[in-house]
T-cell receptor
Framework: GQQVMQIPQYQHVQEGEDFTTYCNSS?????IQWYKQRPGGHPVFLIQ?????EVKKQKRLTFQFGEAKKNSSLHITATQTTDVGTYFC??????????????FGAGTRLAVHP | GAGVSQTPSNKVTEKGKYVELRCDPI?????LYWYRQSLGQGPEFLIY????????DSGLPNDRFFAVRPEGSVSTLKIQRTERGDSAVYLC????????????FGDGTRLSIL
């Protein structure tokens, strides 16, 4: 079945350093979504990418969708302690009939040391 | 405005017991999803409702799991004859429609089977 893989599983950085997490799908995706889950919290939607090669920015966060629509990345510039959490990518199951049956990656847990 | 509400926040019960987990989605959201999240993993799809009907229950692990949404709003996930392996955080999410819309998650119910 469809798989979504993320690397790394865990990364710790010094505050101010950059951070990147990578997401790869075993199948071509119609779109990809990114969520952030703070420790003890629930996943919160960050962004959705739809077009091949799309790049979107949210302040210090840059999201990319690969040309083949099978991979994506999230880059955070100059991390802050508020960036701590687990970042998940998720793609819809291609056989889900047009609704959002999301397959989540295992996430990348980010720790930021002040 | 009010987000997705899940009750109880924590549930501890003995192996073999029956449990019900409740989800109150964002008002007006027609799509409702249940996920299960184990430690260190991403949310795993269980079931999707569009209105009152279960449009896709392919993620339910076995026939001990059942969910309803009788009036198209509140949903209840029911687990019979609980097993220790059912221990996890059960997350509910809703979205405006069943298409590629962002999903809004509740805080989850942490289920522990002793």
């Amino acid at each position: 079945g469809q798989q979504v893989m993320q690397i790394p599983q865990y990364q710790h950085v010094q505050e101010g350093e950059d951070f990147t997490t990578y997401c790869n799908s075993s199948t071509t995706l119609s779109n990809i979504q990114w969520y952030k889950q703070r420790p003890g919290g629930h996943p919160v939607f960050l962004i959705q990418l739809v077009k091949s090669g799309e790049v979107k920015k949210q302040k210090r966060l840059t999201f990319q969708f690969g040309e083949a629509k099978k991979n994506s990345s999230l880059h955070i510039t100059a991390t802050q302690t508020t960036d701590v959490g687990t970042y998940f990518c998720a793609g819809p199951n291609p056989f889900s009939g047009g609704y959002n049956k999301l397959i989540f990656g295992a996430g990348t847990r980010l720790a930021v040391h002040p | 405005g009010a987000g997705v509400s899940q009750t109880p926040s924590n549930k501890v019960t003995e192996k073999g017991k029956y449990v019900e987990l409740r989800c109150d989605p964002i008002s007006g959201h027609t799509a409702l999803y249940w996920y299960r999240q184990s430690l260190g993993q991403g949310p795993e799809f269980l079931i999707y409702f569009q209105g009152t009907g279960a449009a896709d229950d392919s993620g339910l692990p076995n026939d001990r799991f059942f969910a309803v949404r009788p009036e198209g709003s509140v949903s209840t996930l029911k687990i019979q004859r609980t097993e220790r392996g059912d221990s996890a955080v059960y997350l509910c999410a809703s979205s405006t429609t069943g298409g590629n819309q962002p999903q809004h998650f509740g805080d989850g119910t942490r289920l522990s089977i002793l």
